[in-house]
């Protein structure tokens, strides 16, 4: 089986890597992550620096908050960049640029090293369940060899196109999801003015036209108050950033979203930034 390097242990990382452990991937992290014990007891291999990862591995796996943190792990001191080789294989699933994006599989180019771009939607429980959709931007060959890989992570998985067209929809997705929130949150905020009882509008809703995944479980989070965070609401607001510049650079009005993109820039002002993004709801409350 492919030898796995896995970067970003995180929320979402760390259950991703441990599919992959189940799934009998021989996997390769860093020491100096948090999870790297818990990984390491689950049968992980630790590494100091990504160059020396890169080296030991076949495929490299990237799950990062934002476009800076990648290009440092893969361009700094000891980076993946050095410890690429012909016949190697990146996959970066964090959510970043498209233009970063764009210019990773342009480097790695040189090097002859194929890449995909395949970022993830589904949050903590997607991860956590093995039932994430993954969006793909790449070649076909690369995505037919990074397939059971993905299926060791994901449920629907599909490869949309050339390189970065997998940040372009996950993009799109944060958009849909973003406003999503937003309705569903100022929806209940009306209703709780109103005296309504949200429990059982909730209950009626997710049975009509207005049903939704965010209705069921955000919308449960609201009720419930409960803003642990599955998806922080400062990492939305990057995503969001990412879509509104992304669309001025295409010349197409995005309105929707630079008006949740404001909102999301509340919650992070007020200290709200480390919660989940159902925490908008917040901002209405009175």
Partial sequence: ?????FIGLGIMGKPMAHHLIKAGYPLTVLSSS???DEL?????????????LTASSDVIITMLPDSPEVEEIMFGANGVFEGMTEGK????????????STMIFQRL?????EALDAPVSGGQVGAESAS???????NTAAFSRALP???????????IGAAGSGQITKACNQMIVGMTIQAVAEAFALAKEAGVDLEKMREVLLGGFAQSKILDLHGKRMLEGNF???????????????ATKTAQDLGVVVKGTEQVAEQMAKAVAVGNGELDHSSLFLLLEK
């Fill in 1 to 5: 089986m492919e030898r796995v390097g």
């Fill in 34 to 36: 948090k999870a790297a």
């Fill in 40 to 52: 390491s007891l689950a049968g992980a291999t630790l590494v100091q620096h990504p160059k020396e």
């Fill in 89 to 100: 294989l990146f996959i970066d699933m964090s959510t970043i640029s498209p233009g970063s």
């Fill in 109 to 113: 180019a040189e090097k002859n090293v």
């Fill in 132 to 138: 994430l959709s993954i969006m793909v931007g790449g």
């Fill in 149 to 159: 890989l993905f299926q060791a992570m994901g449920k629907n998985i599909v490869l």
């Fill in 228 to 242: 642990k965070p599955g998806f922080k609401v400062r990492l939305h607001k990057k995503d969001l950033d990412i």
